[in-house]
């Protein structure tokens, strides 16, 4: 035995300067690495001892909370927001709904609505949906019985937010009380269940995302900017003022099919920067509207819709998918840069298929591009580019 082992490494003498000379590689080479690792047993000595095999290494949980320094000591967040999601039925409309009809397409795959997104939600540190419907079996809300569209998901669908990258949703705007107050509760309860953060006006949310204290309120300004002019200001300095190094606030606002924001949402958008938030998102139109600089902070006035199971044939399948990226420091959070993906509500250009998916061809790229710079004209402070990439990112 001794002599094979023997003869093996005269062989392995002599083959290796030529290996080396192909490979370029000055990495040691153990000859456990050719023969098998001998096993721990001294009385093992002949080499007929198993081989130790190498055990795959546990999977340890990751705190999302748990700080992650950069170099400079700051701590980098990148966040990802996108506007309307509704998924399920619209229990106004008679017969199977729209989103049934595709799941079945879909083969009931309930993740087919991230499909063209899923890579690009785990790729960031924090993902925001505006939740636009209920997670409830409860019925229809009396008071809303003559509405056109009042939405219902069955509660088991809410596993395919944190299946595809979704951790939070704002859950303040016109449809959470579809189902009355019932449902509201149900649809808190389940998204809690599935892992969703959510966050709404009397209910703000505060966590910790790598080592930052992050504050988020969410507002529905219909009939109320009077009150909220008032209110929200006072509702950021609180946060502030409980050691929130990052606030972020999301308004349900406009006129539903608005390209550009009216004179009370800039002037809300504005004093919310003012007391101190750090970004603005919002809501509700159904269109694309464009990024106001304001003080170094951003105001998003609408990211249009995102997955929308309202209305299968809509006339604008234009969207855009919002990134930010966030350097906190000594309890500063500066910002680090934004992009925006154009993209298209739907995969198929004939109708909507509730698949999200980022745009390709140049022209319609330049056409989001073009609705945004030609309505942020009718802005004081509208942003000068709307990046498509980030720096180091090829």
Not at 153 to 161: I, L, R
Request: charged share 25%; hydrophobic share 40%.
């Amino acid at each position: 035995m001794y002599r094979k082992i023997i003869a093996l490494l005269l062989i392995l003498a002599l083959c290796v300067p030529f290996a080396a000379l192909a490979t370029e590689d000055e990495e040691d080479v153990s000859i456990a690495d050719v023969l098998g690792t001998i096993g721990d047993d001294p009385a093992a000595t002949d080499g007929t001892a198993d081989a130790v095999v190498p055990q795959a290494e546990a999977s340890v949980p990751v705190d999302p909370a748990a700080p992650v320094y950069e170099l400079d000591g700051s701590i980098l967040l990148k966040l990802t927001f996108t506007g309307d999601f509704t998924i399920g039925d619209n229990l106004q409309s008679s017969g199977k709904s729209i989103f049934e009809r595709e799941l079945e397409k879909q083969k009931g795959d309930l993740n087919f609505p991230f499909r063209n997104f899923k890579e690009i939600m785990e790729n960031d540190d924090l993902t925001v949906l505006n939740f636009e419907g209920t997670l409830t079996t409860a019925g229809r809300n009396k008071n809303k019985l003559d509405n056109q569209f009042l939405f219902r998901a069955d509660p088991a669908y809410a596993g395919v937010m944190p299946s595809n990258g979704v951790e939070c949703v704002s859950l303040e705007n016109n449809h959470v009380l579809d189902m009355g107050e019932d449902g509201l509760a149900e649809t808190k309860k389940t998204l809690t269940d599935a892992g969703v953060k959510y966050y709404s006006e009397t209910e703000p949310l505060i966590f910790t995302l790598k080592g930052v204290k992050m504050g988020m309120l969410a507002y529905q300004t219909f009939d109320q900017y009077d009150r909220l002019f008032t209110q929200v200001p006072q509702d950021v300095k609180a946060l502030k003022e409980q050691g929130c190094e990052l606030v972020i606030v999301s308004f349900h606002w406009g006129a539903e099919l608005d390209y550009y924001p009216n004179a009370n949402q800039q002037k809300m958008g504005k004093m919310t920067i003012d007391a101190g938030a750090d970004l603005v998102v919002g809501h509700h139109s159904h269109r694309i509207n464009p990024i106001e600089l304001y003080n170094g902070k951003y105001i998003v006035y609408s990211l249009g819709n995102f997955s929308f199971a309202g209305n299968n044939k809509p006339n604008d399948m234009s969207t855009f998918v919002f990134q930010i990226k966030f350097r906190v420091k000594d309890g500063v959070a500066q910002d680090d840069g934004f992009i925006i993906i154009p993209s298209r509500i739907s995969s198929n250009t004939a109708y909507n298929d509730f698949i999200p998916t980022p745009y390709t061809k140049q022209e319609n790229i330049d056409s989001v591009l073009n609705v945004l710079k030609r309505n942020g004209q009718k802005l004081a402070g509208p942003v000068a580019e709307y990046p498509l990439a980030w720096p180091d990112e090829s």
